[in-house]
Nanobody, 121 residues
Framework: QVHLVESGGGSVQAGGSLRLSCAAS?????MGWFRQAPGKERDRIAT???????TYADFVKGRFTIGMDNAKNTLYLQMTSLKPEDTAMYYC??????????????????WGQGIQVTVSS
């Protein structure tokens, strides 16, 4: 079973940047980043398949980039132009089967512990 560990979170001012990392062990066919703010549902941010095909939620297009360092078996999320509404707990996740870009939160069986991102105004 895959094991996921996030790192790189923290606090930044609006307009700033952060880079999140997710170290993975074991095989993953699809990986994604999600976030959840207090009192809100967990939203899908972006996914990347084992072939490098990516998808993004509309609210992060042009600001966030998902990538995979295959040599290090590490998933990344580069976040720029951060907004206060980006404040949330961020999670990486892994899934198998189906089409990566269409998988929903409930389709991901493996999750990291989550890491806090706080953006101040």
């Amino acid at each position: 079973q895959v094991h996921l560990v996030e790192s790189g979170g923290g606090s930044v001012q609006a307009g700033g940047s952060l880079r999140l990392s997710c170290a993975a062990s074991g095989f993953t066919a699809c990986m994604g980043w999600f976030r959840q703010a207090p009192g809100k549902e967990r939203d899908r941010i972006a996914t990347i398949s084992s072939f490098g095909v990516t998808t993004y939620a509309d609210f992060v297009k042009g600001r966030f980039t998902i990538g995979m360092d295959n040599a290090k078996n590490t998933l990344y999320l580069q976040m720029t132009s951060l907004k206060p509404e980006d404040t949330a707990m961020y999670y990486c996740a892994a899934a198998w089967g189906g089409y990566c870009g269409t998988l929903r939160t409930s389709d991901f069986p493996a999750w990291g512990q989550g890491i806090q991102v706080t953006v101040s105004s």
